[in-house]
Structure formats: structure tokens, C-alpha cells
């Protein structure tokens, strides 16, 4: 006879980091407790009206907001901006983009540029490899 399985939870900032939204946005009673697996799943599948206006809205985490200025996470800090910002906010950033974040986005995709070029490489000698 097998043991019933039991419950995974995650902690609220393992839950918001799946979710993308910004822990200290959430309601009290989500910060305040474990989150199943299955609950995460749920909320996942049918977001509450919080949940839709938080990615809507905003604030959003950095990494998030990184994604949507199309620069890193390390290029916000460098831009100065250290805490979270809004949906209006991101997209007046986008709407006349400070010198910084066009630096930061040439930096970016250069980066992603680089990655892809040596992954291309990788991906060729292990072909040639296997054909040798």
C-alpha cells in the first residue's frame, strides 16, 4: 500500500516569481500563507480580478519590467532604476526612451547577439563531433 502523496506548497515570493507580479502588490492573505501547487495551477488557469489587474497594471518586478524595456536586469541599475514600476510607467519610457535606456537596449542585444553566435558554434561541434 502506497503512502498518499503529499502537498507541494512554495512560499508567497516562489508563488509571485511564477505568477510575475510584485509580492508586496499582492493581497495580505496571499502574502501571508503557502501556496499549493494545485492553487498556484488555478490561479494560473483563472486568475482573480487582482491577479489580472496586477499583470495588467502593475507594479511589476524588476525582471518583468527588464523584459518589457528589452534591457537586463543589471542594465535597469545601471539606468537607475531600482524599484518597481507601472504598465504607464514602462510605456512612457518606451514612448520617448531616455539616452540610458538606448544604450542599455544596444548592450542587450548585443549580448543576446553573442549568446546565440556561441551557441550556434556549440550546436556545430557537437554535429561535427558526432560526425567525425
Not at 487582482?50 to 537586463?72: E, I, M, Y
Amino acid at each position: 500500500m502506497s503512502k498518499p502523496k503529499k502537498t507541494q506548497v512554495m512560499k508567497p515570493s516562489t508563488a509571485a516569481l511564477k505568477l510575475e507580479v510584485y509580492l508586496p502588490a499582492t493581497p495580505p492573505e496571499f502574502q501571508d500563507s503557502l501556496i499549493s501547487r494545485e492553487e498556484l495551477d488555478e490561479l494560473q488557469r483563472n486568475p482573480p480580478p487582482w491577479l489580472v489587474d496586477l499583470r495588467k497594471n502593475g507594479p511589476h518586478p524588476r525582471h518583468v519590467v527588464a523584459a518589457r524595456l528589452r534591457v537586463s536586469n543589471s542594465g535597469l541599475a545601471r539606468g537607475g532604476i531600482t524599484e518597481p514600476l507601472t504598465t504607464e510607467q514602462i510605456a512612457g519610457l518606451n514612448a520617448d526612451p531616455p539616452p540610458w535606456l538606448i544604450r542599455e537596449r544596444e548592450t542587450h542585444a548585443e549580448v543576446l547577439r553573442e549568446q546565440r553566435r556561441i551557441e550556434e558554434r556549440r550546436a556545430d561541434l557537437e554535429r561535427d563531433s558526432r560526425h567525425a
